[in-house]
């Protein structure tokens, strides 16, 4: 299992603003309309049975409602760093035996820009037999790749990093979730960004991250991230 929570986090590194100061490049990233300008696509046994849906929070309804019956709390993310407030609805990736992929293109200046998402593992899928991968990348930069029987469920993580692009042009963001067979673990999503700037946290705040994570028996892997695209 791979955890990654990344920041570029370097000697004399300088945090140049906050995120919050900046708008959302990402167009509906935190899903509070549905899918919209965001594409999909999937392949496998449950697919297009089921397929990535928004949900609305704190919903005990049964899918497509909802998650199963389990009342998913509203993202509350340890230095989560989106300019978006909490909204009504997630991201709900769930299938069994499948492949499903979100992504999203974003035509990006050159420059600094920060980048995150928030993901949760539910309880019921963390207890299903089968497991299931997340992968979440924006404008090239891997910030999360992990399975759900891997970490702590029933609680947010934040994952966010810096990238510099070199070239102005389209960068894309996507997430890729693939699960094993019946019946398979899940994944929420929410908050997705892009900001112009570098905002990443302290180093003081990312030491008490990773308190958090070792608390929760999650296994956390920090790495550079400044990239060039």
Do not use: C
Not at 47 to 53: R, T
Not at 188 to 207: F, K, L, M, T
Request: without cysteine; charged residues 10%.
């Amino acid at each position: 299992m791979k955890l990654i929570a990344a920041a570029a986090v370097a000697a004399g590194l300088v945090v140049a603003g906050s995120a919050s100061a900046s708008g959302n490049l990402i167009s509906n990233g935190s899903f509070e309309s549905g899918t919209l300008d965001w594409t999909y696509s999937g392949s496998g046994a449950d697919v297009p049975g089921h397929m990535a849906v928004v949900i609305p929070y704190n919903s005990s309804a049964n899918y497509p409602g909802g998650a199963f019956g389990e009342p998913i709390p509203p993202d509350n993310a340890p230095l989560s760093g989106s300019p978006d407030p909490v909204g009504n609805n997630a991201l709900y990736f769930v299938a069994d035996a499948s492949t499903e992929s979100l992504s999203q293109t974003v035509n990006l200046n050159t420059g600094f820009y920060t980048i995150g998402f928030d993901v949760y593992v539910p309880f019921n899928g963390e207890r299903n037999s089968g497991d299931a991968t997340f992968d979440g990348s924006i404008a090239g930069v891997n910030l999360a790749h992990f399975s759900a029987h891997s970490v702590a469920a029933g609680q947010w993580f934040a994952f966010r990093g810096v990238v510099n692009i070199a070239t102005a042009g389209p960068q894309t963001a996507a997430f890729t979730y693939n699960s094993g067979p019946a019946p398979a673990a899940d994944f929420v999503v929410d908050r997705a960004y892009i900001v112009a700037g570098n905002a990443v946290p302290e180093p003081a705040s990312w030491a008490l991250m990773i308190v958090g994570f070792g608390a929760a028996g999650a296994m956390l892997r920090r790495r550079q991230v400044t990239a060039t695209a």
